[in-house]
């Protein structure tokens, strides 16, 4: 069913208790250079002042839609979102961070001109205090160009970052691509974004950046201790979906294997000493059962060290004392960056002192 007055961008916000940070996101999507745009507030039973400051700006803005609902998770709330979208693309902005003022009239703009299903640009890692920005550098896929998983299987391994693409609606509706709405559960945008990528007939990385992703939100999900096991659903779903494509399983796995293997790393690295023992069982049993399909090869142990995943699998008591001396010694050096640490680069010198950053340029 094609929907009358259908703009060029809907912009899907889920909003759930993030009073501190709401306004200036709300402010970067209002300002967009793109005015053609719809947005779309799904505040989650936020129990703050978020409810009132949404309202707020939809007074202001008939461009803006708030729906307010019972708290039923991430996943639900971005496929509300989704559902209610008009928009020829379709952008997630999370509620903690910002927008630069051109990314969607930049990224429309790639997207119309080339009939992409999925553009997606860099991103900046954010904090407020000290305020810094840094741009994602990393890449192991051709940027700037128009790919697919089939043949370019390597742009699969890069973060989920949903919050950083524009999806054509009509490419989601096709497959079906929705969140998985597992309540109070984190990492929703594992699932999301795997298929989206796989799927992707014409695939757009820019390494423009446009958003500013938050990372000193106190209160984001993923540091809950409670969501140990959430990214195991969603790679449940992730080899789910893929069984209904093997000739696409057969030329991705690794760099889903990959995926998988870099997200537990990081997952038993931020959850307490009692859930890394439980953790540390399915972590193991996991790629055991995937080193015996013959899922890891020679793409996986590129960026893996073989001696590593033998150790997960054959002691996973030896592994998780090896991992915990580790991150103890990283986390001793991250503090002693704290109190003095002298960054040089052409430009600028950065002075972090007593846990407060100085810049001065040339």
């Not at 094609?2 to 759930?16: A, E, L, R």
């Not at 995943?309 to 010694?329: A, Y």
Request: charged share 30%.
């Amino acid at each position: 069913m094609v929907k009358v007055n259908m703009c060029k961008v809907s912009v899907v916000v889920p909003v759930y208790n993030v009073e501190k940070y709401l306004a200036q996101c709300l402010n970067s999507i209002v300002n967009q250079t793109l005015k053609d745009i719809e947005i779309i507030v799904v505040d989650d039973g936020s129990t703050d002042l978020s409810p009132s400051i949404c309202d707020e700006f939809s007074k202001k803005d008939s461009r803006i839609k708030v729906i307010h609902k019972q708290n039923e998770g991430y996943g639900r709330a971005c496929n509300i979102g989704i559902e209610n979208a008009s928009g020829e693309y379709i952008g997630i902005v999370e509620s903690d961070d910002y927008a630069e003022n051109n990314m969607f009239e930049n990224l429309y703009n790639i997207a119309s001109s080339n009939n992409l299903d999925v553009v997606k640009s860099n991103w900046y890692f954010y904090t407020s205090s000290p305020e810094t920005n840094k741009k994602m550098t990393d890449f192991l896929f051709k940027t700037d160009a128009i790919l697919n998983a089939k043949d370019n299987p390597s742009i699969l391994n890069i973060m989920p970052s949903v919050w950083s693409c524009l999806y054509k609606k009509s490419f989601l509706d096709k497959y079906d691509i929705r969140f998985l709405e597992t309540k109070g559960a984190c990492y929703q945008d594992i699932a999301f974004a795997h298929k989206t990528i796989a799927l992707s007939g014409k695939y757009y990385f820019t390494k423009e950046a446009y958003i500013h992703y938050r990372q000193d939100n106190e209160h984001s999900s993923v540091k809950s201790k409670s969501n140990v096991f959430s990214i195991c659903n969603e790679y449940e779903e992730v080899y789910k979906f893929l069984d209904k494509y093997p000739d696409l399983k057969n030329r991705v796995i690794e760099n889903i294997c990959l995926n998988q293997y870099i997200s537990c790393r990081w997952n038993l690295a931020r959850i307490a000493d009692d859930s890394q023992e439980e953790f540390i069982d399915v972590f193991c049993d996991t790629f055991k059962k995937l080193r015996e399909k013959n899922a890891l090869g020679k793409f996986f142990y590129s960026h893996i060290r073989k001696k590593e995943v033998d150790l997960l699998i054959n002691d996973k008591e030896k592994f998780l004392v090896k991992f915990r001396k580790k991150q103890l010694k990283r986390s001793q050096n991250k503090e002693k960056r704290k109190i003095f640490s002298l960054r040089i680069k052409l430009g600028y010198i950065r002075l972090n002192l007593f846990n407060k950053s100085y810049c001065a340029r040339w």
